[in-house]
């Protein structure tokens, strides 16, 4: 799974690369908000996956302190996922 969101994260490095200033700054008529542009987006976007990368750096970290601890719940001793 790391390889493949890596080469997701490489083809959107790549794609905003090409980016103008242009299309940075445009946004969608269909929109209500003129502010909703292409930056936007792209930050929020960004900060969701910085969020969701935190999140489950945690989860890895918290789910090798239960296996170095054992399992605490009887049923779940030995299961390994």
Do not use: K
């Not at 090409?18 to 008529?29: A, E, I, S, V, Y």
């Not at 935190?54 to 054992?70: I, L, N, Q």
């Amino acid at each position: 799974m790391a390889e493949e969101l890596g080469r997701a994260a490489e083809a959107l490095a790549h794609r905003l690369a090409m980016l103008t200033t242009d299309d940075w700054n445009r946004d969608d008529p269909r929109l209500a908000d003129p502010r909703l542009t292409v930056d936007f987006f792209t930050r929020h976007l960004l900060h969701d996956i910085a969020h969701d990368l935190a999140g489950a750096v945690h989860d890895d970290s918290a789910h090798e302190a239960r296996e170095e601890r054992g399992a605490t719940h009887p049923r779940m001793r030995g299961f390994h996922g």
